[in-house]
């Protein structure tokens, strides 16, 4: 099993940039491709990014394309999301994820982001 931290939410206002972390323990966190997801109120939960366990290839939601990066540094066993332009819309609950195959197995308990006009 592995368990994630997530961190690095806040208040921002449109067009700031905030960095989310999420940090693994108690397994091997090479072992798992990782995601990011977000929830806000109302609405179901949405994929945001996926980095594999290498991090040579990566994949976005399409209204986060061209202003999020995910990476990872699998030393500190950390997967990060780097959020420019930020608009008040990506305001949400994030949650990191780690997957074995294709399912994600285990979840963080999420950040907060809300982004004002």
């Known amino acids: 099993q592995v368990q994630l931290v997530e961190s690095g939410g806040g208040l921002v206002q449109a067009g700031d940039s905030l960095r989310l972390s999420c940090a693994a323990s108690?397994?091997?966190?090479?072992?798992?491709?990782m995601g990011w997801f977000r929830q806000a109120p109302g609405k179901e939960r949405e994929f945001v990014a996926r980095?594999?366990?290498?991090?040579?290839?990566?994949y976005y939601g399409d209204s986060v394309k061209g202003r999020f990066t995910i990476s990872r540094d699998n030393a500190k066993n950390t997967v990060y999301l780097q959020m420019n332009s930020l608009k008040p819309e990506d305001t949400a609950v994030y949650y990191c994820?780690?997957?074995?195959?294709?399912?994600?197995?285990?979840w963080g308990q999420g950040t907060q982001v809300t982004v004002s006009p």
């Open positions: 108690g397994s091997t966190f090479s072992r798992y491709a």
């Open positions: 980095i594999t366990r290498s991090g040579g290839s990566t």
């Open positions: 994820a780690a997957s074995i195959i294709s399912a994600y197995d285990f």
